[in-house]
C-alpha cells in the first residue's frame, strides 16, 4: 500500500473509532487501514475508542491486530486502559484486559498514573475493583 493511501486509510479508522461508528471501523479495516495505527496528532483508533466506551469497536480493533498497551497522543492522552479506566467504561476495560492489556502499565505522555489511578480518583469503583482482580496494584 503506498503512504498515500495508507494516511488515508489510517485517518478514516481513527475518524470512524472517534465517532463510535461501527459499520465504518470495519469498512476502514477491510479496506486495509492498519489497526495499529494513529492519526497526524498521534491519536490510535483503540484509545479513542476506549476512552468513549466503546467496547465493541475495541473487540473489533484488538481481534485486527491493535496493541492494548500502545500509548496514544503526545501529552494529553495515554494507554487504552487508563482511557477506559479514567471514564468507568467497565465492559471495555474488561476486553482490554482480556487481550492482554497490563493493568500495571503507566502512561508516559501524560499523567504516569496507572489504570487503576485513573479508576480510583474516578471514582469508579467497579472498575477499580475490576482492575485488582486482574493483578492491578496500588501505588505506594
Avoid: F, Q
Avoid at 489510517?10 to 494513529?38: I, M, Q
Avoid at 503526545?74 to 467504561?89: D, R, Y
Amino acid at each position: 500500500m503506498n503512504r498515500r493511501k495508507h494516511k488515508k486509510l489510517s485517518r478514516r479508522l481513527v475518524d470512524a473509532a472517534l465517532v463510535g461508528d461501527l459499520s465504518r471501523v470495519r469498512s476502514a479495516l477491510r479496506s486495509g487501514a492498519p489497526a495499529e495505527t494513529a492519526d497526524p496528532a498521534g491519536s490510535t483508533p483503540l484509545y479513542m475508542a476506549s476512552v468513549h466506551g466503546a467496547a465493541d469497536i475495541v473487540r473489533i480493533l484488538l481481534a485486527a491486530g491493535a496493541r492494548p498497551d500502545t500509548e496514544s497522543g503526545t501529552g494529553s492522552e495515554g494507554t487504552p486502559l487508563c482511557g477506559a479506566a479514567c471514564w468507568g467504561h467497565t465492559e471495555t476495560v474488561r476486553a482490554l484486559l482480556d487481550h492482554g492489556a497490563d493493568p500495571n502499565l503507566r502512561e508516559d505522555h501524560g499523567t504516569g498514573w496507572t489504570p487503576l489511578d485513573w479508576a480510583s480518583k474516578g471514582p469508579h469503583p467497579d472498575t477499580a475493583d475490576l482492575l485488582v482482580t486482574a493483578g492491578a496494584r496500588k501505588r505506594d
